[in-house]
């Protein structure tokens, strides 16, 4: 987040977020101090010095939560770029065009379903959260002396931190969170054109490890990807290995509405690296039919690395068939044809029923079922 110098957004050559640094550090003191002459005057200093310490600690981290809660930035959506433009965009073309992914804001919605509900809460309850501070007053003036006075400065004491902790939270989450995103964003554009640019020059290799890079950088499912990596590497071929890859197929099918992710990163994420990242692809476009690449079914049907995989090829083409353009028809039918007649498909009565639906779903594009069954 850039800081503005000069007019509105500095004083004195100071720029905005110092004046912040220095006002929240002066409260923060005063506070202090206010506490530790506070504590002098009771019959054990320490022990209240302590308690107050503690509960300035506990107000400035709650009001530091709700501060980051209504900091978090909202991701600009991009708008007016099409298929044509990305590709422009990512070949060197049109350096100012938007990238093609967008960002997860899935901490955003949570951030937006907290703050609505602590304010809605807020409103509606304000007897009983005045009824609950009295009682909290009541329950901290005998920790910090039991004088006449304690339970107005306890109200003080929370009421300062409280304020410091959300000012300090929001201004952090604003300040710094906003500028890690962007530089992430940025890391990941950089890596996509370059990987565009490997490609472009034939190094298939580097283009690939480019890719990786920028979805690690987004945040994409690498972990899981790497999970089902280790499962393959670890256990040992059998019902229950195959079971457990199969939960984390699963679990990746169901989030995949969720997950914020286009057509293209999917399928950048397919051709990005090992099994795990190409099953996990495979898995995500089972879950959401919109986020199909038929170049990678194809490719995991006609070019499996394991049987496992071209399963969940399978799988997402029954899901999505209904939505093959036409002039790829014979294509699908072809690669079908040719692994039922001396592929994996061939070994599975399972895989080899699967393929017979589809072949049935491209003869009667009408009946073509909109998404795969439980397996």
């Known amino acids: ?40 005057q009771c019959g054990e200093p320490l022990a209240v010095l302590g308690s107050g310490l503690a509960v300035a600690a506990a107000a400035a981290v709650g009001g530091g939560s709700v501060g980051f809660l209504f ?25 100012a065009a938007r ?26 309850q304000l007897g009983a959260v005045g009824d609950a501070a009295r009682s909290m007053l009541d329950a901290l003036a005998p920790s910090l002396g039991g004088r006449p006075d304690s339970r107005t400065f306890a109200a003080a004491l929370v009421l300062d931190f409280l304020v410091l902790g959300f000012l300090t939270g929001w201004l ?21 054109v370059t990987a565009q640019n490997l490609s472009d020059t034939g ?39 195959t079971a457990t890859m199969q939960a984390l197929v699963d679990a990746a099918r169901q989030s995949a509405a969720s997950t914020g992710l286009t057509a293209d990163q999917v399928a950048d994420f397919f051709a990005a690296g090992g099994e795990g990242q190409r099953i996990y692809a495979l898995a995500l476009m089972q879950g959401d039919p919109s986020l199909v690449t038929w170049t990678c079914v194809f490719d995991a049907i006609e070019h499996s690395r394991s049987a496992f995989e071209q ?21 699908l039918r072809r690669t079908l044809e040719a692994q039922l007649h001396g592929g994996w498909i061939s070994r599975s009565v399972q895989r080899r029923h699967m393929t017979e639906d589809i072949l049935a779903a491209l003869a009667h594009p009408a009946g073509a079922r909109p998404a795969a069954e439980p397996i």
């Open 1 to 40: 987040m850039a800081v503005v110098r000069g007019g509105s957004g500095s004083r004195g050559g100071w720029p905005v977020r110092r004046w912040a640094a220095v006002g929240i550090g002066a409260s923060a003191g005063f506070g202090l101090l206010s506490l530790l002459l506070y504590a002098t």
């Open 71 to 95: 900091g978090i930035p909202r991701a600009v959506a991009a708008e007016g770029h099409d298929a044509a433009g990305t590709q422009g965009a990512l070949g060197g073309a049109a350096p």
């Open 99 to 124: 990238p093609t992914y967008t960002a997860n804001t899935n901490l955003e919605q949570v951030s937006d379903w907290l703050t609505k509900l602590l304010i809605g809460a807020g409103l509606t």
């Open 172 to 192: 952090l989450t604003r300040l710094l969170l906003a500028s890690a995103l962007s530089h992430a964003d940025r890391q990941a554009l950089e890596s996509f």
């Open 203 to 241: 190094d298939v290799e580097g283009a690939d490890r480019y890719r990786a890079r920028a979805m690690e950088a987004l945040g994409l499912p690498v972990a899981e990807a790497e999970r089902y990596d280790g499962i393959r590497r670890t256990q040992p071929s059998g019902p229950p290995r």
């Open 311 to 331: 399963f969940q090829a399978l799988v997402a083409a029954r899901t999505a068939v209904h939505r093959l353009p036409a002039v790829e028809h014979a294509m």
